[in-house]
């Protein structure tokens, strides 16, 4: 069984920056893939940018160019540095680990974001 634990949200002013961790325990064999989503109150949870064991990175559009992934293989952790924060950035922010071919699909807990003056 893996965990994911996450840190690092909080509140932050428009055009901060933030920085998120997640920490997955337990083992983890072959490809896998791991990431952000976000869930705004009344909306469906949305993907942010997952990166896979392999080395692909993805990006929503909306945070292209501003927010950036990045993975410690050896630590199984991932992370999300995120500058030039909007208050449409504000979610809660949900970690995830695929491993498709063992069908495998966790997520964290959940850390809150929240942009605002």
């Known amino acids: 069984q893996v965990q994911l634990v996450e840190s690092g949200g909080g509140l932050v002013q428009p055009g901060g920056s933030l920085r998120l961790s997640c920490a997955a325990s337990?083992?983890?064999?072959?490809?896998?893939?791991m990431g952000w989503y976000r869930q705004a109150p009344e909306k469906q949870r949305e993907l942010v940018a997952v990166t896979t064991s392999g080395g692909t990175i993805d990006y929503a559009d909306s945070v292209k160019g501003r927010f950036t992934i990045s993975r410690d293989n050896a630590k199984n952790t991932v992370y999300l540095h995120m500058n030039g924060l909007k208050p449409e950035d504000t979610a809660v922010y949900y970690c995830?680990?695929?491993?498709?071919?063992?069908?495998?699909?966790?997520w964290g807990q959940g850390t809150q974001v929240t942009v605002s003056s």
């Open positions: 337990g083992s983890i064999f072959g490809f896998n893939i």
């Open positions: 995830n680990l695929r491993a498709p071919i063992a069908g495998d699909n966790y």
